[in-house]
């Protein structure tokens, strides 16, 4: 008898998924966690990459999330990024003469964004923060085009679902404030953390 999955993930997203529960599970089997990761509030801004057809942009992105505690050195953090992006399309017909159209587009990932941090597994010192994350959620868009424009709306580009993998490193100034690198599949940001 064959069985129907109901939901299939890439291979190279099965495994990223595996061994990072394994990690998870490997860790909080240890049993304590050094530092309080969550109530966490993070802004940052930096460049990230919007895929449209064959090409690739780089776009201004800023950032905002607020991490809490789930497990040990496991938070969640709901976010919101923003990016901005303006172009021209080439069109024509027999009633418009053929010109570069501008259009601008307004691109709203929203989601959870799941951090993991690798602080014990490092022996980092308590003024660093290593970890992985990654976010899931949706895309809002919205594209305007110049007036005078009659031709498709459509411009291809990216998929309403949202999916990203991050590698970041939090430096404690203080014991309230935190500067981030996060690198991740769509961009890289930098910013300030307020525990």
């Known amino acids: ?8 993930l890439p291979a190279f997203l099965n495994k990223s998924v595996l061994i990072f529960v394994l990690i998870i599970s490997v860790h909080l089997s240890t049993g304590k966690a050094q530092e309080n990761y969550g109530k966490t509030f993070n802004a940052g801004m930096g460049a990230g990459v919007v895929y449209y057809g064959n090409s690739a942009y780089l776009l201004p992105v800023l950032t905002l999330n607020y991490e ?10 709901p976010f919101i990024n923003y990016s901005y992006y303006h172009s021209y399309h080439y069109w024509g017909s027999a009633s418009s003469p053929y010109e ?5 587009e307004v691109q709203i ?7 993991y941090y690798f ?14 994350a ?28 949202y999916f990203d993998l991050h ?5 404690h100034v203080t ?21």
């Not at 809490?68 to 953090?77: E, H």
């Not at 570069?100 to 601008?104: A, D, L, P, Q």
């Open 1 to 8: 008898m064959k069985t129907k999955q109901l939901f299939v």
């Open 68 to 77: 809490f505690n789930l497990l040990g050195n496991f938070t969640l953090a």
């Open 100 to 104: 570069n159209y501008s259009y601008s």
């Open 109 to 115: 990932p929203f989601g959870v964004k799941g951090y």
């Open 119 to 132: 602080d014990e597994l490092l022996n980092a010192k308590p003024a660093w923060d290593f970890y992985g």
């Open 134 to 161: 990654c976010s899931i959620g949706l895309v809002y868009r919205n594209v305007i085009w110049e007036s005078g424009y009659a031709g498709d709306y459509y411009i291809a580009g990216m998929n309403p679902l």
């Open 167 to 171: 590698l970041g490193v939090k430096y």
């Open 175 to 195: 014991s309230k404030v935190a500067a981030f690198l996060d690198i991740s599949s769509m961009g890289s940001t930098v910013g300030l953390a307020i525990h």
